[in-house]
């Protein structure tokens, strides 16, 4: 099977930076999304990763330790906008499967 | 638990042809999603049901895409006629509240 951890809640001032970290255990790995989704909204795919390493893409980076069952999200210059939850998802051996989910809260 | 099932894997069909994409999402989730992924670029949204009903279809490329959810179960999403732009993999998700399970996608090739 598959388990996915992240923190449930995170706040945060807006122009700083975030981490928000994600372990999983799976059976068989086929990569790793992060997505952003704002309330009664669809989720929105932020990135990608299947190998090792940091994949940046703006104000977002989304790194990844296959060995450790380990990826973060990290956010830069954060804006109001980006309040939202953030899920992190593995594909595995059969289906993909998101985490919780952590609310991040961006304040003044 | 079954996960979000879509079928076909895989399809390879000729351009101006129709090609028609099923979801089978948990069961008792009433959110399903339709995204897909045209090749080297990112996961675009393409449609939201609630139930049966089209919450958000904001997405869907052009009206050649039509995409159903009869009875608020299963969903087909349609191509007709498909043109080679379409080429991708197609997801599905479903929902019950925050956050989402992914079906393995359909890889499209309109050759």
């Known amino acids: 099977g598959q388990n996915i951890d992240q923190p449930t809640e995170m706040t945060a001032t807006e122009g700083a930076i975030v981490q928000i970290n994600c372990t999983y255990q799976?059976?068989?790995?086929?990569?790793l999304f992060w997505y952003q989704q704002h309330a009664g909204e669809a989720p929105t795919f932020l990135s990608y990763?299947?190998?090792?390493g940091l994949e940046e893409k703006g104000r977002f980076s989304s790194f990844l330790s296959r060995s450790k069952g380990y990826s973060y999200l990290l956010l830069k210059e954060l804006q109001m906008k980006d309040s939202a939850s953030y899920l992190c998802a593995v594909r595995g051996a059969g289906k993909s499967t998101f985490g919780d989910g952590t609310t991040l809260t961006v304040k003044p | 638990e079954a996960g979000v099932t879509q079928f076909p894997s895989h399809s390879v069909i000729e351009k101006g042809q129709t090609v028609t994409l099923r979801c089978d999402p948990i069961s008792g989730h009433d959110n399903l999603y339709w995204y897909r992924r045209v090749m080297g670029k990112e996961i675009k949204f393409l449609l939201h049901f609630v139930k049966e009903s089209k919450q958000d279809e904001s997405g869907m490329p052009n009206n050649r895409f039509l995409a159903e959810r009869t009875g608020g179960t299963y969903s087909t999403l349609k191509v007709q006629p498909a043109e080679l732009e379409d080429s991708g993999v197609y997801f599905c998700?479903?929902?019950?509240?925050?956050?989402?399970?992914f079906g393995q996608g359909t890889r499209l090739t309109v050759v």
């Open positions: 998700a479903s929902s019950q509240g925050r956050g989402a399970f």
């Open positions: 799976t059976s068989g790995f086929n990569g």
């Open positions: 990763n299947v190998l090792d």
